[in-house]
């Protein structure tokens, strides 16, 4: 007699899982697929952030919204779509603390603070950070997955080439031609 319940979605592609949950509202697929990335997800917060509990937060803020997500958007490759929410993401929190940092640093009643040499290497680094993030949100798709895996998540090129879907040779000239994008975009 054959046991009926719940199959067994570990054999399961991630686009079986998305369609499951989508079209028959199964959470226990979403769960699955989400717990495929748990690991993938935290570590790439944690490249970015730098703080094992900031990582964690993230990590489990992004993984709660991915339902919600999935909904609202075509997801064609899962898992570069899921490290590109995670990589804006973390980049927005350190963009909205850098900020935070530079408005508690001016409101300092101190004259002498700001005054201080540091305090205006301070702000010109975080306008050189904001323009080079900008730059990177400007790029092409392609290099700007390739840029961030390789500059801000330190992926070497055949884990990006595994990642993204390309060649290596491909991932190699969408990082040559962001960089010379950059360039162009940073120096006018």
Known sequence: MRRIGRPNYNKFKDEDLIDLYLNKGDEAALNQLLSRYLDKVYYCALGLLKNH???????????????EKLRKYEVEKFSGWLMTIVRNDCVALLKKRMKDRVE????????????????????????????????????????????VARYFLGLTYKKIADEEGFSVKQVKSHIQNGKRNLRLQLTK
């Open 53 to 67: 509990m900031d990582a964690e937060d993230a990590a489990m803020k992004i993984l709660a919204g991915i339902g």
């Open 104 to 147: 508690e640093l001016s409101g300092k009643n101190d004259p002498g603070f700001m005054e201080f040499p540091l305090f205006d290497a301070l702000h010109s680094k975080d306008d050189e950070l904001e323009q080079l993030l900008k730059a990177v949100d400007e790029l092409k798709d392609e290099q700007n997955r390739c840029i």
